[in-house]
Each structure stands twice: as C-alpha cells, then as structure tokens.
C-alpha cells in the first residue's frame, strides 16, 4: 500500500510523496516517511556531500542475511553468512564512506576495506558495540568484518522487582565497566564473586531504567536495564465472569 500510493499515485510517479498534489521530489517535508524509514533508518544512510563522506549505520534485524537499497546515486548491500559481515556501497560521486557497523560476535579477527586491512575503532552503542571503519575517497567499497568468539548476550534478570529488596543480575561473565543511573533508582549494589551483580532498588514505584556498560573483549556496549518495582504484591489480569458473577485475577509478589 505505501510503495503503490507514494510511487504511483502522486503528481511526480517516483518521487514518494506523502502529499499527492505535492511536486517536490527532494528530501523535504512532503517526502513519505516510508522512504526516510528505509534509507535514513532501516539501512542508515546519511549523506554529508558537501565534505565529502557518507555515513553508512545499517539497523537491520539479526536474522536477515541479505539486504540491498538501491537508489539512483547511492546503493548498499549488507551480507552476513555467520562468521563474515560484508558490505559493498556504490556512489555516483567519489566520496569517504564512513561505515558504523553492528559487531555481530563477541571477538573481531579482521577487518579490511577492498581487500586491504584497515584500522577500525568501538563505539559502546546501546544494546550492542559498534564497529566504525573509514574508507578512502572512491565510488565503491567492499568493506568486511571476520568474526571469532560467540553471539553477544544481553543481561538476564527479573522485570518485575520489589523496593528494597535485593535481586541479582546475570552478566554472562561480562565485566562491569560502568552503571549510569539517571533515575535514581539503585539504592545499593555490589560485585559477587561469580562477576554477576546484586541491585538494591530504590522505593519508586513503576518502570525505571538504568545502565550497564559491559565489556567484551576489546569492545563494549551499554545494556538497559528495564525494571517495574513494586511496593507489594501487585493483581495481574482482572477478570470478571457475569455468567459465574464471579472475579478472578493473578497475584504477582517479587519477593
């Protein structure tokens, strides 16, 4: 429905318009937020022409192996075959590529860019690290990722907490680098001699989020911790039976 209304239904066929009696083909207001979800955000193309690069952050789910855009000045294909992260980008124009990748395992083996190894640096991103490699001026570039050691695995805890009362979370042997609490909510913590962490929460009750900046290696990334403290035991799905005229419902208590 959005590629049929916006490429063929609009006064400029093409142009993903999300105004059909607009005519402005650039990326302006009028453009289909569609386009802009797949270019700037599914593949994360951003282009900076004017100094001479392109920034190139693919957000694509894990479980694809394959994806491509091709537009008519710019074109991406991403491919992951379980230890290989490839991708190749084609420009119409000479320009830098700057490629923010997803570190898809927890060790890197080797990163080169048109067959040549290249430096590379981390970024802790949320949810996972990052990988950032800067190409030459050229209009395309092969750019892959060897990758050694296991899938990253994000911490492990309960969601529902109570105030006060201390639980434990599971860092699958990642080191703590950092916790970064803008909420307020750990009242407490300490190291366990497992490496797993113990939380003390504040008495806020609701959902409340921290931060944990794990380590992997040489490379890190920061992992949200999403909580919902009770002050008590909490009802969990009311439910009224007019033919019974009875009340059901589930008591939840995280103690």
Known sequence: GAVVDSTCRSVSPGAFLCVREG????????????????AAGLFGIRP???????????????????AGIR?????CDCRWDGSTQTVTICSAKPCRKILRLPARRSRIEAV???????????????GEPYIR????????HTVQIRYGGEPLHPPEYPSTV????PFELLTHGYPIAELRDPQGIVAGRS?????????RPAGLAGWHTFFLRLMVGKLSFWSPVNLRVTKGPAVREPAFDAARRAVSFRLENSR
């Open 23 to 38: 005519k402005s083909i650039d990326f302006a207001d009028t453009v289909s937020l569609f386009s802009r979800a797949v």
């Open 48 to 66: 900076q022409m004017p100094d001479g690069t392109v920034t190139v952050s693919p957000a694509l789910p894990d479980e694809w192996e394959h």
């Open 71 to 75: 537009l008519p000045d710019f074109s």
């Open 112 to 126: 080169s860019a048109d067959g040549q190894d290249v430096p590379w640096e981390t970024e802790a991103g949320i």
């Open 133 to 140: 490699i800067c190409t030459e001026s050229g209009t395309r």
């Open 162 to 165: 109570a105030a006060g009362e």
């Open 191 to 199: 190291l366990q001699a497992d490496g797993n962490l113990s939380v």
